[in-house]
């Protein structure tokens, strides 16, 4: 099994496009890098500590890092399903009133992405008036990725919107090939 295919989830695939697939599979790699970047620079933030000799400039980029991971991570984790995603509620019905949550839930996340790209953006803009020291970069940088997620989370919300109401949100998920098989109380009463 290719990388790619542990990668890019295949659950729910009534609601995704496949040219899409690429960029979930570009973005779960980059949360990687982004979670092991930021895993290895608060441990050599400690280290270089520990000698008493401190890299000041270590807690700009694990401050990068944590930031970026989190909204790439969640922008992936919306075409997951996997965040930002009331299932406990819309699972629980079917028909009709399941496709009235399913659509608002979605209405609801593209207002969150619609203020992650307004405000991210207004704040990336303020962002070059202050600077990170010590390197004097403009905070902009840190905010740049804001507006980035809420592009990315609308994008994966409107795929599943027209999908959803393409193909109807309600569908079985195929068997786990992973899962260990479910062996009911009448098959083990069977069992010698």
Same mark, same amino acid.
């Given at each position: 099994m290719a990388i790619a295919d542990k990668l890019v989830l295949q659950r729910q695939r009534h609601l995704k496009w496949r040219w899409l697939d690429w960029l979930e599979l570009a973005l779960m790699i980059l949360c990687g890098v982004?979670? *092991?970047? *930021? =895993?290895?620079?608060?441990?050599? $933030?400690?280290v270089t500590r520990t000698i008493g000799h401190p890299w000041l400039w270590l807690q700009e980029v694990t401050s990068t890092l944590f930031i970026y991971a989190i909204f790439i991570?969640? &922008?992936?984790?919306?075409? %997951?399903? $996997?965040?930002?995603?009331?299932?406990?509620?819309? +699972? &629980?019905?079917?028909?009709?009133?399941?496709? /009235? #949550? +399913?659509?608002? /839930? %979605? !209405?609801i996340v593209l207002g969150v992405a619609f203020c992650l790209i307004w405000y991210g953006y207004q704040n990336y803009l303020r962002g *070059?008036?202050?600077?990170? !020291?010590?390197?004097?970069?403009?905070?902009? =940088? !840190?905010?740049?990725? /804001?507006? #980035?997620?809420?592009?990315?989370?609308?994008? *994966?919300?409107?795929?599943?919107?027209?999908?959803? !109401?393409?193909?109807g949100f309600d569908h079985p998920e195929p068997l786990d090939e992973d899962a260990a098989p479910v062996v009911t109380e009448a098959q083990m009463r069977a069992q010698p």
């Amino acid at each position: 099994m290719a990388i790619a295919d542990k990668l890019v989830l295949q659950r729910q695939r009534h609601l995704k496009w496949r040219w899409l697939d690429w960029l979930e599979l570009a973005l779960m790699i980059l949360c990687g890098v982004l979670c *092991f970047g *930021f =895993s290895l620079s608060v441990t050599a $933030d400690i280290v270089t500590r520990t000698i008493g000799h401190p890299w000041l400039w270590l807690q700009e980029v694990t401050s990068t890092l944590f930031i970026y991971a989190i909204f790439i991570g969640t &922008a992936v984790a919306t075409r %997951r399903n $996997d965040h930002l995603y009331l299932t406990a509620i819309s +699972e &629980a019905m079917h028909g009709v009133p399941r496709i /009235i #949550v +399913e659509v608002i /839930i %979605r !209405l609801i996340v593209l207002g969150v992405a619609f203020c992650l790209i307004w405000y991210g953006y207004q704040n990336y803009l303020r962002g *070059f008036g202050s600077f990170r !020291l010590p390197s004097g970069t403009p905070i902009a =940088s !840190l905010y740049a990725i /804001i507006p #980035v997620s809420g592009i990315l989370i609308g994008l *994966f919300t409107i795929e599943q919107l027209v999908n959803g !109401l393409r193909n109807g949100f309600d569908h079985p998920e195929p068997l786990d090939e992973d899962a260990a098989p479910v062996v009911t109380e009448a098959q083990m009463r069977a069992q010698p």
